[in-house]
């Protein structure tokens, strides 16, 4: 069966991964942005799902599905692409549950301004998201990505349903371009996020504070985020957001620190927050996977799957 999948973000390379693995002949296309949501992400896997602690009812078939096509791509490349991680965050232990524990302020207040008590958010894990780069530079070299913009015209249509038997849209944010599915309800959503370097902070634990610190390699490297906005015009770094950052680790971290990077990128996001893996109303071999929002790195392995058991 041969495949064209348009988008080479996560959602795009996983299926494409999958999809070999099923035998299919594959062509990814994509058009190498480094500026998105895949690229951008915490790539952090967590059982909450929300500030109030609630923890997601299907976390844990997506968390298997997750792990299972997370591991098996980190097993072929010989590398840790993804690790099990604490989330320490401020407040009260919620009662006996596997997803809590009771965390001292000695992993804390040497580090930190901050009076407890603190807890650590269990089973959770980090996706190392340099995943994306060493997925695209496979498929490169394997011949199978092909580097370009599809711009969306009848033509351009036409030649891919003959060149195809399906063709996945894959398009992450920039699907609002994408007029074969102006039918479906896609909303804005941008976040500013930011690396910061903090010498002396361990990088052992996310810290989940009035921003998400997740350590992302050694020297006290953080990724530090991020906003989330829904109404703007243009995808640019808030000079808020900075001045809120600089003033929160002023007045919270007892060690220096220097940020290194500031960006802003949308998120792929569809009302009511759903994700959605469904072919066009007219055109059963096009299919789109998107709205993955603000938890991609944990449900796109599942929907991937889905749409694979929806072709095959
Ligand atoms: C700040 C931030 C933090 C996040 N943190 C987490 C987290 O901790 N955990 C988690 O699970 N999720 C997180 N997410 C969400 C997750 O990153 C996204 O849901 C996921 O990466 C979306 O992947 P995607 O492949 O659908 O879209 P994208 O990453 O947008 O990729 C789509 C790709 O397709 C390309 N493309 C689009 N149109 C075309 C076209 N016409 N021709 C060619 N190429 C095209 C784009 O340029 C892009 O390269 C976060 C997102 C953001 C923004």
């Given amino acids: 069966m041969k495949i064209g999948i348009v988008g080479d973000g996560l959602t795009g390379l996983l299926l494409a991964w999958e999809l070999r693995k099923a035998s299919c002949e594959v062509t990814l296309i994509g058009d190498g942005s480094l500026r998105i949501a895949s690229v951008e992400s915490a790539g952090i896997l967590t059982p909450l799902a929300n500030k109030k602690n609630d923890i997601l009812a299907d976390y844990e078939p997506l968390l298997d599905t997750a792990l299972d096509i997370y591991q098996d791509i980190s097993a072929f490349f010989g590398q840790e692409l993804i690790r099990p991680v604490p989330i320490i965050k401020q407040g009260a232990y919620p009662g006996t549950s596997p997803y809590f ?9 040497p580090f930190w301004k901050l009076t407890g008590p603190f ?6 894990w980090q996706v190392n998201t340099g995943m994306i780069r060493l997925l695209r530079r496979h498929f490169e070299a394997a011949g199978l990505y092909s580097r370009r913009t ?22 992450g944010a920039a699907v609002r371009k994408n007029p074969l599915f102006a039918h479906m309800p896609f909303t804005r959503n941008k976040g500013d996020v930011m690396q910061v370097r903090i010498p002396g902070l361990p990088g052992d634990a996310v810290y989940d504070l009035a921003y998400k610190l997740v350590p992302v390699g050694a020297d006290g490297l953080f990724w530090l985020g991020s906003s989330n906005i829904w109404r703007y015009e243009e995808v640019l770094p808030a000079a808020a957001f900075r001045k809120d950052v600089e003033e929160y680790l002023s007045r919270t971290l007892k060690l220096p620190y220097e940020i290194l990077r500031h960006t802003s990128v949308e998120r792929p996001t569809i009302a009511g927050q759903q994700a959605v893996a469904v072919s066009h109303p007219e055109h059963a071999s096009i299919r789109i996977i998107n709205g993955l929002g603000a938890r991609g790195y944990l449900k796109a392995p599942a929907l991937v799957r889905e749409a694979l058991a929806a072709i095959l």
Wanted: glycine share 2%.
């Fill in 150 to 171: 599809v711009i969306w015209e009848q033509q351009q249509v036409r030649r891919l349903l003959a060149d195809y038997d399906y063709i996945f849209c894959c398009e």
């Fill in 119 to 124: 807890m650590n958010i269990l089973r959770a």
């Fill in 101 to 109: 524990e009771e965390q001292s302020g000695a992993a804390v207040t």
